[in-house]
C-alpha cells in the first residue's frame, strides 16, 4: 500500500467515526437553538436502596409480603459519552425508566407513580395530542452508552416540587455534551402511602439525603471528579442545593433556578434546617430568577461569603426555568409568549454552563462571559470569610494566645458579623495537645478560648488542668477558681453538668492547697 493510499484509508476511517460520532452528538429538536458541545451524551438509570433509612414501616398491618423496607432512590445519570451508532432514546423512554417487572417491588411501584405523575402534568400542560408527538421525539441521549474516560466535573440536579428526576433534561443533556456529569433523583416522599413531598423542613431534609446518596454513587465512577463539584436546582430543588452547600464543604458551586430560597417566606424549611449555617456558606451562587414582588429573601442575603451572581429575568413564568418552555414552544403554535419564554430559557442554559465551566475549571473566558454578555448580570463578591477555629488553634499553640486574640479581635472590627471560633472544637484542640503531652501549647489555646468564650467555665477549668499538669500551681488555682466563680453563669452546661464540675474542681482545689 502506497503513502497516498494510506492516508486515504486513514482519512476514510476517520470520517467513518467521525460520522458515526455525528449520529450520537446531533441536536435533538427538543434543544430548540442550543449547541451541543463536543461529547456525545449517555445516559443510565439506577435503581439503588438506602439501607440506612426506612419505606415501608415494619408495624404495618397487614404485612407486605415480598416489599422491601428499606428506602428507594431512583438516579438519573447523565454523562459524555464515547461516540458510536446507539440510537438516540426517544422521550418517552425518560418517562418508562422503571425496572423489568422482576425487579424490586418497591422500584416498580416508584416507577409506576413517577411515570403517571410525568405523564398526568405533560398531558395538562400540553394537551393529548402534543403529549402524543412528544413521546415520539428524540432525544440527544443515548441510554447505555459507554461514557469517556474523564474524569469530568459532577452537577447534582434537584428538581422541583414533587417534579421528575427527567424534568430538566435539556439543560442535563446540554451540560453533558460540555463535558459534566449530571446526577438527579425524583422528589419522592417517605412511604408508598405518601409519594409526595411536603414544603417542610423534615422533606427537605429527605430530599437532601437522596441527592447526597446520588453523590455517593455517581461519584464512585471513574469518569466522575467528585472533587469539582456542583449543586444545581429549580424551585425546591434549589433550596435544597443551598442546603447541600452549607453541609457539604464538597460544593464547589450553586446554581438556583427560580429557587424557593428566594421567595419571602418560602425560607423558612432551610433557615430552620439545623445543619444550615450561613457562615459555612462560601461556593460561589448563580441566582437566576423571574421579576417577583417579593424579591429574594433573607435566605440568599445572608450568603455574605458567596460570590453572587443576580439575574432577574423579566417576562417568564416560574416553569419557564425547565424545558417547559421549550415544549410549549414546539408544540404551541407559535405563541408569541412562548417564543420570548423559551428564548430565555436557552439563555439561562447557556449562563449556567458558562457559571460552572468558570467555577469547576477555572475558565477565564466563561468568567468574562458572565460579566459581559449577560445583560443586566448583578454581581456581588463575597466578603473575605473569617479565619478557621483550626487556623486559630495553630496560631495560638505556635505564637501564643495574644497573637491569636490580637488577630481574632482584628477580624471582629473589620466584619462584625463574623462567627465567632467553635467553642467546643477550641476546647477539644487543646485536650488532645494534652492527651499528647504538648502542655504549654494546651496552655495557649485553652487561653485563647477563655478570650473568645469569657463566660465558658469549661475553657477555664481546661486551663486549671493544663497549668497543674505543667506543674504551675498558682496559676491552675487561680484558673480553677475563676472557673466556679463563672460556673453558675456558664448556660453552655446543664444543672447535673455544673455539679459534676464544681465537685471535680472543688476536689483539684483542694488536692492543690494542701501542696502548700
Same mark, same amino acid.
Given at each position: 500500500m502506497t503513502?497516498?493510499?494510506?492516508?486515504? %484509508?486513514?482519512?476514510?476511517?476517520?470520517?467513518? *467515526?467521525?460520522?458515526?460520532?455525528?449520529?450520537?452528538?446531533?441536536?435533538?429538536?427538543?434543544? $430548540?437553538?442550543?449547541?451541543?458541545?463536543?461529547?456525545?451524551?449517555?445516559?443510565?438509570?439506577?435503581?439503588?436502596?438506602?439501607?440506612? /433509612?426506612?419505606?415501608?414501616?415494619?408495624?404495618?398491618?397487614?404485612?407486605?409480603?415480598?416489599?422491601?423496607?428499606?428506602? &428507594?432512590?431512583?438516579?438519573?445519570?447523565?454523562?459524555?459519552?464515547?461516540?458510536g451508532d446507539r440510537p438516540h432514546m426517544k422521550f418517552g423512554d425518560?418517562?418508562?425508566? $422503571?425496572?423489568?417487572?422482576?425487579?424490586?417491588?418497591?422500584?416498580?411501584?416508584?416507577?409506576?407513580?413517577? #411515570?403517571?405523575? $410525568?405523564?398526568?402534568?405533560?398531558?395538562?400542560?400540553?394537551?393529548? #395530542?402534543?403529549?402524543? /408527538?412528544?413521546?415520539?421525539?428524540?432525544?440527544?441521549?443515548? /441510554?447505555?452508552?459507554?461514557?469517556?474516560?474523564?474524569?469530568?466535573?459532577? *452537577?447534582?440536579?434537584? %428538581? +422541583?416540587?414533587?417534579?421528575?428526576?427527567?424534568s430538566n433534561f435539556v439543560l442535563a443533556e446540554y451540560l453533558a455534551s460540555h463535558g459534566f456529569v449530571v446526577a438527579s433523583v425524583?422528589?419522592?416522599?417517605?412511604?408508598?402511602?405518601?409519594? #409526595?413531598?411536603?414544603?417542610?423542613?423534615?422533606?427537605?431534609?429527605?430530599?437532601a439525603r437522596d441527592v447526597e446518596f446520588a453523590l455517593g454513587l455517581a461519584g464512585s465512577f471513574p469518569f466522575v471528579d467528585r472533587t469539582h463539584l456542583a449543586a444545581v436546582g429549580h424551585s425546591m430543588g434549589g433550596a435544597v442545593s443551598l442546603l447541600l452547600m452549607v453541609r457539604n464543604p464538597e460544593v464547589d458551586a450553586v446554581v438556583g433556578l427560580d429557587a424557593s430560597y428566594g421567595l419571602e417566606g418560602r425560607g423558612r424549611p432551610i433557615l430552620g434546617s439545623p445543619f444550615f449555617r450561613a457562615s459555612a456558606a462560601g461556593a460561589p451562587v448563580l441566582d437566576i430568577r423571574r421579576q417577583a414582588p417579593d424579591g429574594r429573601g433573607s435566605v440568599l442575603d445572608s450568603l455574605r461569603y458567596s460570590d453572587r451572581y443576580l439575574w432577574v429575568m423579566p417576562d417568564i413564568a416560574h416553569g419557564d426555568f425547565v424545558d417547559w418552555a421549550l415544549l410549549r414552544r414546539r408544540y404551541g403554535g407559535g405563541n408569541t409568549q412562548f417564543e420570548r419564554s423559551a428564548r430565555a430559557y436557552e439563555s439561562i442554559n447557556r449562563a449556567v454552563e458558562r457559571f460552572l465551566t468558570a467555577v469547576l475549571r477555572n475558565d477565564a473566558t466563561a468568567r468574562r462571559?458572565? $460579566?459581559?454578555?449577560?445583560?443586566?448580570?448583578?454581581?456581588? &463578591?463575597?466578603?473575605?470569610?473569617?479565619?478557621?477555629?483550626? /487556623?486559630?488553634?495553630?496560631?495560638? %499553640?505556635?505564637?501564643?494566645? +495574644?497573637?491569636?486574640?490580637?488577630?481574632?479581635?482584628?477580624?471582629?472590627?473589620?466584619?462584625?458579623?463574623?462567627? *465567632?471560633?467553635?467553642?467546643?472544637?477550641?476546647?477539644?484542640?487543646?485536650?488532645?495537645?494534652?492527651?499528647?503531652?504538648?502542655?504549654?501549647a494546651a496552655i495557649e489555646v485553652f487561653r485563647f478560648a477563655g478570650e473568645v468564650a469569657p463566660g465558658s467555665s469549661v475553657a477555664y477549668e481546661g486551663l486549671g488542668r493544663a497549668h497543674q499538669l505543667d506543674g504551675n500551681r498558682g496559676q491552675a488555682i487561680r484558673a480553677y477558681e475563676h472557673a466556679l466563680e463563672i460556673l453558675e453563669r456558664d448556660t453552655t452546661l446543664s444543672a447535673d453538668q455544673r455539679a459534676e464540675a464544681r465537685q471535680s474542681m472543688d476536689r483539684r482545689l483542694e488536692g492543690l492547697r494542701v501542696q502548700r
Open positions: 503513502a497516498l493510499s494510506r492516508r486515504c %484509508a486513514t482519512f476514510a476511517v476517520t470520517l467513518a *467515526v467521525l460520522a458515526a460520532g455525528s449520529r450520537l452528538q446531533a441536536q435533538s429538536p427538543l434543544w $430548540g437553538s442550543l449547541v451541543p458541545g463536543p461529547h456525545a451524551v449517555g445516559f443510565r438509570a439506577f435503581f439503588e436502596s438506602d439501607r440506612s /433509612r426506612s419505606w415501608l414501616d415494619a408495624r404495618a398491618d397487614p404485612p407486605v409480603p415480598g416489599w422491601q423496607r428499606t428506602r &428507594p432512590v431512583r438516579i438519573a445519570l447523565w454523562y459524555p459519552a464515547r461516540p425518560y418517562l418508562k425508566l $422503571g425496572p423489568r417487572p422482576s425487579g424490586d417491588s418497591a422500584h416498580v411501584l416508584v416507577s409506576a407513580a413517577l #411515570e403517571a405523575r $410525568g405523564s398526568w402534568m405533560l398531558r395538562d400542560g400540553l394537551g393529548f #395530542e402534543a403529549f402524543d /408527538r412528544l413521546l415520539e421525539d428524540p432525544v440527544a441521549a443515548a /441510554r447505555d452508552a459507554p461514557p469517556l474516560d474523564g474524569p469530568f466535573p459532577l *452537577v447534582l440536579y434537584s %428538581a +422541583g416540587f414533587n417534579d421528575l428526576d427527567v425524583p422528589q419522592l416522599g417517605a412511604s408508598p402511602l405518601a409519594l #409526595e413531598l411536603a414544603p417542610s423542613a423534615a422533606d427537605f431534609e429527605m430530599q462571559y458572565l $460579566g459581559d454578555s449577560i445583560p443586566g448580570v448583578r454581581f456581588q &463578591p463575597g466578603a473575605e470569610p473569617p479565619p478557621s477555629a483550626a /487556623r486559630y488553634v495553630e496560631w495560638a %499553640a505556635t505564637e501564643g494566645a +495574644g497573637r491569636a486574640v490580637a488577630r481574632w479581635r482584628e477580624v471582629q472590627r473589620r466584619d462584625p458579623m463574623a462567627a *465567632v471560633p467553635d467553642l467546643r472544637w477550641l476546647i477539644e484542640a487543646a485536650d488532645w495537645r494534652l492527651s499528647e503531652r504538648k502542655t504549654k
